[in-house]
Nanobody, 126 residues
Framework: QVQLVESGGGSVQAGGSLRLSCAAS????????MGWFRQAPGTGREGVGT???????IYADSVKGRFTISRDNAKNTLYLEMNSLKPEDTAMYYC????????????????????WGQGTQVAVSS
């Protein structure tokens, strides 16, 4: 059974940092396209960024230069390093894995992933 479990969320003041983790079980994340998404109350799910099979990353314009996606294959864990946080970054954050093809979607907004985590809450106060 495949599971993705996010952790590391919390409350932080604007300008602060958080590192989210997404621990995978039941699959190896090595070479797998994975993404981070977020959803604020009353809004749709928004793509934050993706990491492809050769660890190339792309990001939404709203987080470019502030957020970094990485993975540790030995720990089978995906990370989202978030710096210079803003109140508008407040949301539930989800990780996702796409195992049915070797390439990532061309758009970070695409939700064509077959495995999703349950999310971790991030709250940024001004």
């Amino acid at each position: 059974q495949v599971q993705l479990v996010e952790s590391g969320g919390g409350s932080v003041q604007a300008g602060g940092s958080l590192r989210l983790s997404c621990a995978a079980s039941g699959i190896s994340i090595r070479g797998v396209c994975m993404g981070w998404f977020r959803q604020a109350p009353g809004t749709g799910r928004e793509g934050v960024g993706t990491i492809n099979s050769v660890d190339r990353t792309i990001y939404a314009d709203s987080v470019k230069g502030r957020f970094t996606i990485s993975r540790d294959n030995a720990k089978n864990t995906l990370y989202l390093e978030m710096n210079s946080l803003k109140p508008e970054d407040t949301a539930m954050y989800y990780c996702a894995a796409q195992t049915f093809r070797t390439y990532c979607p061309t758009s970070v907004q695409s939700t064509t992933y077959n495995y999703w985590g349950q999310g971790t809450q991030v709250a940024v106060s001004s």
